[in-house]
Structure formats: structure tokens, C-alpha cells
């Protein structure tokens, strides 16, 4: 027994051993020259959940706002609260650095998704490695733990395309619309869905590094008060802007359609701000 | 007075015990805390002094104690009065000041107090070290699996906060009270001095030293094993060359011209490195004025890049750098290069005069313990171990060493100097720190 123990630690060790190994990438995944390797495109299995009730939210409206200046941040009302949302992550006084997820658990700091919880919410030299780029399919997760609560939901985005530089389809305001939606985990079979459907919010597209922030408060009908005990999310987006889609009738932001310049949604983060997890 | 003598050798054993708990817990690098026990060093090594002092007759040996303690007080003043300065961190540079010549001369103390058997001494250090390393092997194989770095080669990224690492270079570490991603070279460091463990196990017998033998073995093959999952071959190398001195020692030691020869290469080698090194600091000096394949050897290449950089900040503003860059620990990225070799992270730290000097010490040093190997009445495998641990060190530290230890933080920078390891072998240096007796002179005479 003594002389087989080593062996069968070594094996325990051995079959173990996939924490940090599970997905690994080549030296430019996701940052890639050509745009089209970009796109994330992880739906995870959440479709094979089995959903008992499916409900839609917010009764209170969002709130969004374009930055695009570092001198002039705009205030915007998370949780009752006027603050000041600035795009830096590297100073402690800012938004995204003192409200990103991957500070709460650090959890979330692994994975390609750990873009969206790093706390960098703009396009900014080495920053835009921290995007994520979507086709309108969006993506969906499962998140490294159970969520008990939270105070608001946000995310920071921004159109982009992959037409060469001094062609870029220059909007401000392009209008899209946001499905996002949350995976309360009920009983051992069983899941209620709850989205968010957030419609004509408007981005920025190929302008500079400016970003919408899109926020909001996550009230329910009586049925719910909180988002206790969601295990996943998924995220789509779709643009609902004909008209300026009509100039640019070689454009879409249907990643599969191989013959025309695509538009992509550069998520930079994403708020699930003052969260408790388990 | 002998109520006094009495005094000092009915609780020598105190102070023994205090010291081999200090250096052990350095070893295990606890809590990341080594400056905690770099000032229990200091006031060991004055309470070490007064116990030698009052039971050892020889007070020569203490006078030549002052050597290599006064270069290692000068190097370790000029890297506490350089750079942090604020908060804990003033702390740290006390702590600096008093830890260096402090746990070289906690060692010599230990030895002259002579209440432990040297092989007790080693197996102490070396225990606190493999548990350390112990828990790194079995966190970076549950966390990476076997020979990750030639596995995952061609595809080794993984993200962090949304950044992209490099899962070859790095592996699971206890570092302070967490584990976490360290890079390999830090881990590794520690790995080695384990496995130096191994070459004495030629001179003792499995059958007659059953239990010493066992616990060598386990504390070598700690150390063997970590460095052979990953595998870092780098680090392999520089034992199998280090261990080379047990297979000398073993089958050569009764050819004196073998040791000449080998001593000769070795003094070669040092001597061929020192001179590129010093090759290297004049052309920075004069401004970097190499040309052609000179250039290449001496700057553009990928080991030189690094040490170019703080050979060039060094001679930057008229010299203001020569005793160490300021504020080493900042953003400026030249300050924060890892040349991941000793010689030149000690320029970062106590300039160009420091460096020489604790070259100079590091040179003395060979030479004691070449006496030490001669002299000495340690057994064979005792001295193998403790030659080999100190050579893997100082080569180890001279190819490939980590002042940056986590891959996720790279302000997470500890200078050699301030690097608990350093301590524990400093502290084996002073053990087996040999100064001419008089007795022994006598029976030169």
C-alpha cells in the first residue's frame, strides 16, 4: 500500500491537472491584424438549460451616455447615485477600476470573458486588448459562481468595422438594440430566464476610442426583487438603424455573411456593480 | 566570571534553536516576510556574538568574522539607503541593512556555538525549502499538469483580466498566504536548492544511514521533480553542472591535480564572464560606441537587451546612478527590466561599487569554501551539499534569475538583495565560513 501511494497522489495530481490548461490560445488570439479572428463567439450550453418561467425587465427605464472626453466625464446615475464615470483603469479614483467585477471575485479574472471585468471600458492603447468582439449572435457564459445580488447592471460599448483606416463609418449614434439576459438557477432541474431588453440606445462606431455607457437597475415585477441565484448570462446585439445602414449598403453585422465588411460590437465591460456572489 | 561563563553555555542551546527556527522560516519564505526575519536576524546575530564571545576562546576567529561581514554591511547600506523610502517599506530598508552581514554572521555563530551537527543544520534548511517547494510542485501539477511548457508551446496563452499570459513561463507558488502565478525562474530558485540535495547521497549509504539518506533523497527529489514537470532545462543544466562537484569530489578528490584542473576551468569561466561583463559596462560608459559584431555581442541580442538598458541608465546624467538607480521600483520601464541575471540586477540596486564589492565578497567566498572543503571535518556528504547548493545558486542567479516574481503584477519586484533565498544561502556561506585559527596556525608552524 505504502509504495502504490505515491503513484496514486501522481495520479490524482495528474488527472487534476486542468485548471489553467483548459483553454489556452495562440500568441494573438483575439488581437489578431485580420478582423474577422477577432470574434468571440463562445455560446456556452445554456441552451440545454431547462427554463420554467421566462420574465422581462426593467419596469424603470436605462440610462446611457456617449464619452468621449477625458476633461468633460459625464455623470450618470447608478443605484440611486450621481457618479461620475470615467474610463481610466489605472487610476483608483475611476469608475471602471473601482467597479469592476474581477476586484469582487477574483473568479472572473480568468478567461477570455475577464476582458468584460478588468475594469477598462474604453479603447486606450493597451486597452483595446481588453475588448470583446461580437458578431450580433452575441455570446453566452456561465459564471464562475452564483449570484446573490445587485444594485445595477451596466455595460461599456462601442460600434466597429473592418474598413481600412480613413474609411470608417464614422456615427455617433448609431441605434442598436441589447437583449441581455440572466439564468436563475431554481432547483436541480429547473431555471427561470429574466431579460433585459434595451432598445434604440446609441453608440459610438469607429470613433476614436468613445464608448456608450449603458446603465440600469434591475427591478422586477413582484415576483423578483433581485437577480438571486443567476448562473449564467448571454448578450446579443442588433442594429436598428436602417437609415444610416442604408448609406453603407456593404456593410452588416451578420458576421456570416463573408462577402461584406462586417460591423462588430467592441464590448468593453461589463457591470454587475455592488454584487454579492457565492 | 564563571557563574557568567556558565550562564552562556547552559542556554547556548536557546540561541541555537532560535537561530536554525529564523533561517527556517526564512527558507520557507513565511508570509512573505523575510524582512520580519531579517531584523530577527539582527538581534540574533548580537546575541549570537555574546554567546560565542563568552564560550569560544578563540577571539581571532571573530576579528576575521569582520571581513566578510563589513562587505556585505557596505553592499546592504548602499541598497537600504537607495530607493524605497516610504511607509513599510522604510521598514524594509532597515530591515535590508541588518539582514545581509546578520544572517552571514548567524551562520558563522551557529557553527561555532556547535551545538548542532551540521548534517542537522542542512537538513533543517533543506526541510523548510522542499515543504516550500513542496507545495508549489503539487499546485502547479493540479494547476498545469506534466511538462507543461513543451506542451502547451505552440499555443500558450491564457487571459487574466483581460490580458494575455504566457502559460509557459510561469507556475503555482505559496506566495505570502495565497497561491498564485509566479514565473518559472522565481520558483525554480528555490527547486534548486533542493535538488543540490542530491549529489551528497553518493556518499552515504542507504542501509548504514538509512533515515538520513531518506530524508536527503525526499528533499532532492522535491526539488528534482518540480524542476522536471515543468521542465525548466535551463535550470536542470545548472545542477547537473553544480552536482558535477560531488562526482569530482567522489572519484577525484584523492587526484590533487584533478581538483587544480577543474578549479582552474571554473576560475576561467568566472574570469570570462566577469570580463564580458566589464567589457559590456564600457562600452555603456562610453556610449555605447561598439560597432559591428561587437554591438551584437555586447547589446542587440536577446540576453544583453535587458542589461543595456541599466548599463545605459547607470552612466545616465553624469554618473548620478553609479551607486544604484533611484527609486528602482517605479513605472519607468527601464527600472523595472528583469535582466534576470544577478550581476546586473545588483547594478539596478547598489551601482557599480556595490556590485563589485559583493562580487568580491562572492569571490572570497569561493575561496573559503575551497578551504572548507579541504579543512574542514564535515563529512563528505555534508560538504557536497552544502558546495552544491551554494554553486547552483550563484549560477542559477548569474542565468536566470526573477526580480519580477508575479506575471500578473509586475510592480510584484524583489531585488536580489531583498530576496529571502539570498539569506539562507548567505547564511550557509557563514556557516561554513572557515577563517584561519590559531590553532591551525599553530600547526602550520
Redesign the interface.
Known amino acids: 500500500m505504502n509504495k502504490r501511494f505515491p503513484i496514486l497522489l501522481m495520479s490524482i495530481f495528474a488527472l487534476a491537472s486542468c485548471a489553467k490548461t483548459n483553454r489556452l490560445y495562440d500568441d494573438n488570439a483575439y488581437n489578431h491584424a485580420e478582423f474577422d479572428l477577432n470574434y468571440y463567439l463562445e455560446w456556452e450550453d445554456i441552451d440545454e438549460l431547462n427554463i420554467a418561467n421566462e420574465y422581462q425587465g426593467p419596469k424603470s427605464d436605462f440610462s446611457s451616455c456617449a464619452y468621449s472626453s477625458e476633461d468633460d466625464p459625464p455623470h450618470v446615475v447608478i443605484g440611486g447615485v450621481e457618479t461620475e464615470y470615467t474610463w481610466d483603469g489605472e487610476k483608483e479614483t475611476q469608475f471602471g477600476y473601482n467597479n469592476n467585477l474581477s476586484k469582487t471575485e477574483k473568479k472572473f479574472s480568468y478567461g477570455v470573458t475577464s476582458k468584460l471585468f478588468d475594469g477598462r471600458v474604453r479603447c486606450e492603447s493597451l486597452y483595446q486588448k481588453s475588448r470583446v468582439q461580437l458578431d450580433k449572435s452575441g455570446f453566452a457564459m456561465y459564471f464562475p459562481k452564483q449570484l446573490l445580488s445587485t444594485k445595477y447592471l451596466g455595460f461599456a460599448c462601442r460600434g466597429g468595422t473592418d474598413y481600412p483606416q480613413g474609411q470608417e463609418f464614422s456615427h455617433n449614434d448609431l441605434n442598436v438594440n441589447f437583449e441581455w439576459s440572466f439564468y436563475i438557477h431554481l432547483n436541480t432541474s429547473e431555471y427561470n430566464k429574466i431579460t433585459y431588453k434595451l432598445n434604440n440606445v446609441k453608440i459610438p462606431v469607429d470613433n476614436g476610442g468613445n464608448t456608450t455607457f449603458v446603465n440600469f437597475t434591475p427591478y422586477f415585477d413582484d415576483t423578483f426583487s433581485e437577480l438571486y441565484g443567476a448562473v449564467a448570462m448571454s448578450f446579443r446585439w442588433e442594429v436598428n438603424d436602417e437609415e444610416k445602414m442604408a448609406t453603407r449598403p456593404d456593410l452588416t453585422d451578420d458576421y456570416t455573411q463573408k462577402e461584406k465588411h462586417h460591423l462588430a460590437l467592441m464590448l468593453y465591460e461589463v457591470f454587475i456593480g455592488d454584487s454579492i456572489w457565492h | 566570571m564563571a557563574e557568567k561563563d556558565n550562564f552562556f553555555v547552559k542556554n547556548k542551546s536557546i540561541i541555537t534553536f532560535l537561530i536554525l527556527e529564523v533561517v527556517a522560516l526564512t527558507a520557507f519564505n513565511f508570509g512573505n516576510l523575510s524582512y520580519i526575519f531579517g531584523i530577527a536576524g539582527g538581534i540574533l546575530a548580537v546575541a549570537g556574538f555574546a554567546f560565542v564571545f563568552n564560550t569560544e576562546k578563540d577571539k581571532k576567529a571573530l576579528l576575521w568574522l569582520l571581513l566578510p561581514v563589513g562587505l556585505l554591511l557596505f553592499v546592504s547600506a548602499l541598497g537600504s539607503f537607495n530607493g524605497y523610502s516610504k511607509g513599510i517599506q522604510s521598514i524594509s530598508n532597515v530591515a535590508l541593512l541588518i539582514s545581509l552581514p546578520s544572517f552571514f554572521a548567524i551562520g558563522f555563530f551557529l557553527r561555532k556555538l556547535g551545538d548542532v551537527k551540521p548534517k542537522t543544520v542542512l537538513l533543517v534548511v533543506g526541510g523548510a525549502l522542499a515543504l516550500i517547494t513542496l507545495f508549489g510542485l503539487?499546485s502547479t501539477?493540479?494547476?498545469?499538469?506534466?511538462f507543461?511548457s513543451l506542451?502547451?508551446k505552440?499555443?500558450?496563452?491564457?487571459?487574466?483580466?483581460?490580458?494575455?499570459y504566457d502559460?509557459t513561463k510561469e507556475m503555482?507558488w505559496l506566495s505570502g498566504f495565497e497561491f498564485g502565478e509566479v514565473y518559472i525562474e522565481y520558483g525554480s530558485i528555490f527547486a534548486i536548492l533542493c535538488a543540490s540535495f542530491l549529489p551528497g547521497l553518493l556518499f552515504i549509504s542507504p542501509k548504514k544511514d538509512r533515515n538520513e539518506f531518506i530524508i536527503s533523497l525526499a528533499i532532492g527529489l522535491v526539488g528534482f521533480l518540480t524542476l522536471l514537470i515543468i521542465p525548466n532545462f535551463k535550470a536542470i543544466l545548472v545542477l547537473a553542472v553544480a552536482s558535477a562537484f560531488g562526482l569530482v569530489y567522489k572519484y577525484l578528490s584523492n587526484k590533487p591535480n584533478a581538483f587544480k584542473v577543474i578549479g582552474g576551468a571554473f576560475i576561467g569561466v568566472v574570469g570570462l564572464g566577469l570580463l564580458f561583463f566589464i567589457l559590456a559596462l564600457v562600452n555603456a560608459a562610453i556610449g555605447f560606441k561598439f560597432g559591428g559584431v561587437l554591438a551584437r555581442i555586447f547589446v542587440n541580442n536577446e540576453i544583453m537587451v535587458g542589461p543595456s538598458k541599466v548599463f545605459a541608465a547607470l552612466f545616465y546624467k553624469g554618473g548620478k546612478n553609479l551607486f544604484g538607480l533611484q527609486a528602482y521600483v517605479s513605472n519607468e520601464s527601464t527600472l523595472l527590466t528583469d535582466t534576470h541575471i544577478f550581476e546586473v540586477e545588483l547594478l539596478k540596486e547598489v551601482g557599480i561599487f556595490g556590485a563589485i564589492v559583493f562580487i568580491a565578497f562572492v569571490i572570497m567566498m569561493g575561496y573559503f569554501m575551497y578551504k572548507y572543503i579541504r579543512n574542514s571535518e564535515d563529512t563528505k556528504q555534508v560538504k557536497t551539499t552544502f558546495v552544491v547548493m551554494i554553486l547552483s545558486f550563484f549560477a542559477i542567479a548569474s542565468f536566470s534569475w526573477a526580480s519580477i516574481v508575479a506575471p500578473h503584477n509586475e510592480l510584484s519586484y524583489v531585488p536580489f538583495l531583498r530576496n529571502s533565498t539570498l539569506l539562507v544561502v548567505l547564511f550557509l556561506l557563514g556557516y561554513i565560513y572557515m577563517p584561519p585559527t590559531k590553532e591551525k596556525e599553530k600547526e602550520h608552524e
Open positions: 503539487a501539477l493540479i494547476e498545469y499538469g506534466f507543461y506542451i502547451y505552440d499555443r500558450p496563452i491564457y487571459f487574466y483580466n483581460g490580458m494575455p502559460v503555482y
